[in-house]
């Protein structure tokens, strides 16, 4: 079952940053936090992710608070091509599935 | 970057008929992979896992006498929808965990609509 919470919805003006909140207070110790996203009618697309310290890549950053309890995904610069659903697991490190909740539906203005 | 293909992308059938959607790791070796489903607006389901070699393990709910998963190769899921009804039209998307490194791949999704 899906262990995160997400807002449904949220809106970015073009240029700005995004910033997508999950929670998920629920964590082990040996669970990682991911982020993928889904573009319309397309498959997950492999965001980022982290255990306990903040991760960097071209796509996005992650915050993940001290006590591991949230994290917020931040995507610096949101284009319109950024419009897409974003879904916030946790999964250990030696499990496989990825259980999906609802994600944040995030819409990129123009 | 590794690549999962699914094949087809898109598929039309007729009520009662069978369909086989197939999933493959392009550049790695899949031990495991699994089977999704998405209905319009949701998010999406985990189906099945799928084990190279051995049976599928199924979610609760899921049929598996209905899904059919085949896993012969370490590249090579297919999912077999059998007598395939209206309720079954969803988009199905497959993913693969690269043996080597535990980083799981997902396919482009599959569009299934029962006419």
């Known amino acids: 079952d899906a262990k995160t919470t997400q807002p449904p919805s949220m809106d970015c003006a073009e240029g700005r940053a995004a910033n997508l909140p999950c929670n998920h207070s629920t964590i082990s110790g040996n669970e990682y936090v991911y982020w993928y996203r889904q573009i319309h009618s397309q498959g997950p697309q492999y965001i980022i992710h982290g255990l306990k310290n903040n991760e960097t890549n071209e796509m996005a950053s992650l915050i993940i608070t001290e006590d591991r309890k949230s994290s917020t995904l931040i995507l610096p610069h949101a284009t319109l091509r950024d419009t897409a659903v974003y879904y916030c697991?946790?999964?250990?490190?030696?499990?496989?599935?990825?259980?999906f909740g609802t994600g944040t539906s995030l819409t990129v203005i123009p | 970057g590794a690549v999962v293909s699914q094949h087809p992308s898109r598929v039309i059938c007729k009520s009662g008929t069978s369909v086989k959607i197939e999933c493959r790791s392009l550049?790695?070796?899949?031990?495991?992979m699994f089977w999704y489903r998405q209905f319009p607006k949701q998010s999406l389901m985990l189906m099945a896992t799928s084990n190279e070699g051995s049976k599928a393990t199924y979610e609760q709910g899921v049929e598996k006498d209905k899904f059919l998963i085949n896993h012969a190769s370490l590249t090579l899921s297919t999912l077999t929808v059998t007598s395939a009804h209206p309720e079954d039209s969803s988009f199905y998307i497959c993913?693969?965990?690269?043996?080597?490194?535990?980083?799981?791949?997902f396919g482009q999704g599959t569009r299934l609509t029962v006419v």
């Open positions: 697991i946790v999964r250990s490190n030696t499990g496989n599935q990825f259980y």
């Open positions: 550049d790695f070796q899949a031990t495991t």
């Open positions: 993913s693969a965990t690269d043996g080597g490194t535990g980083e799981a791949f």
